[in-house]
Nanobody, 116 residues
Framework: VQLQAFGGGLVQAGESLKLTCTTS????????MGWYRQAPGKQRELVAL???????DYGDAVKGRFTITGDIAKNAVFLQMNSLKPEDTAVYYC???????????WGQGTLVTVSS
């Protein structure tokens, strides 16, 4: 199973982007869908999680600006990013965990660049 993340690009500070992640084939019993990011020279960090199709969690840096939504049945997860800042520049990776985290799938990443 492969995850495909797309929607990244180059935007100016204050603008918005929406990232999409889909799977190459259906994954059953998904319990977590999420986004992480990794900026140059930094460790990968949590951006947003959607757990069991309902509860959400966000990294402190994006709270109030980013929104994660998802459709478990369609194996799709989205990240709406508003009020983007230059420090949001990173490669964004989608992640899906299934069967109570026994299976852990990662996408290839999509680059988001925010200019000042």
């Amino acid at each position: 199973v492969q995850l495909q993340a797309f929607g990244g690009g180059l935007v100016q500070a204050g603008e918005s982007l929406k990232l999409t992640c889909t799977t190459s084939r259906l994954i059953f019993n998904i319990n977590v869908m999420g986004w992480y990011r990794q900026a140059p020279g930094k460790q990968r960090e949590l951006v947003a999680l959607k757990v069991n199709g309902s509860s959400t969690d966000y990294g402190d840096a994006v709270k109030g600006r980013f929104t994660i939504t998802g459709d478990i049945a369609k194996n799709a997860v989205f990240l709406q990013m508003n009020s983007l800042k230059p420090e949001d520049t990173a490669v964004y990776y989608c992640n899906v965990k299934a069967w109570n985290n026994k299976f852990d799938f990662w996408g290839q990443g999509t680059l988001v660049t925010v200019s000042s």
